[in-house]
């Protein structure tokens, strides 16, 4: 089991990258090594903790996506790498703040109201 520390390590990190790259002008030079680390952090939280915080990665880390697309382009290594901890379509922009519940039954996602 994961411990605590490396579920909120991995989560700064990638919450700290989505507001880094939040559409403004971005010294990428940095990009490299924390994209770097946070996929490290990811592989190394067990299945089950990755399955439960699994969503909400999809929402930062996609939005992250977003937000770099203009600077970096698609077919950049970086993006691949942000794409290889998001298992659902991203969000529609770097402003989709439309959070998704998971419900109790079914594993189906419903609108966070």
């Given amino acids: 089991m994961a411990s605590?520390?490396?579920v909120?390590?991995?989560?700064a990190k990638a919450g700290?990258?989505?507001?880094?790259?939040?559409?403004?002008?971005?010294?990428?030079?940095?990009l490299p090594n924390w994209v770097d680390h946070l996929v490290q952090g990811y592989r190394a939280l067990p299945d089950e903790v990755r399955s439960e915080l699994q969503d909400l990665c999809n929402e930062t880390?996609?939005?992250?996506?977003q937000s770099l697309l203009p600077v970096l382009g698609?077919?950049?290594?970086?993006?691949g790498k942000l794409r290889s901890m998001v298992t659902e379509a991203v969000p529609s922009s770097p402003d989709d703040f439309r959070r998704k519940e998971k419900m109790s039954r079914g594993g189906k996602d419903a609108p966070f109201v």
């Fill in 4 to 6: 605590c520390r490396d």
């Fill in 8 to 11: 909120y390590d991995f989560a």
């Fill in 16 to 30: 700290s990258l989505e507001g880094y790259v939040y559409p403004k002008g971005v010294d990428v030079s940095y």
């Fill in 61 to 65: 880390i996609g939005r992250a996506i």
């Fill in 74 to 79: 698609e077919d950049h290594e970086l993006i």
